[in-house]
């Protein structure tokens, strides 16, 4: 009887290394896990910071859009072009030189023996 009580405590302990083993593993596995979740929620965090500042900015423009009943990027680049005009001097030139091209090319066009 000896032996097979040696036997099973060698099985015992055998079998209690490898699942110390596999808890180790697990626990290895679950602490990289961790790592990658901790910095996934760092992430989710700036890029909801970002988000609202985004929100905060756009927030006159979405005030525009309802009152006008418009979609918010329509009235963004309406908004744009008017401030644009208002407040720089040489966007109002560059675009008046436009204009005036535009016609000049398309009267060029109309009359092709005039020369341009």
Known sequence: MAPARTQR???KSTDDERRQAERNNLADKLTVEAKVLADLKIEKATVEGERRTVEADLGPVRYLAM??????QNVLR?????????????VRRDTAIRNCAARFVSSCRTYPIQVC
């Open 9 to 11: 405590r060698q099985f």
């Open 67 to 72: 009152l006008i009943g418009a979609g918010d």
């Open 78 to 90: 309406w908004f744009t072009l008017v401030v644009a005009l208002l407040l720089d001097p040489a």
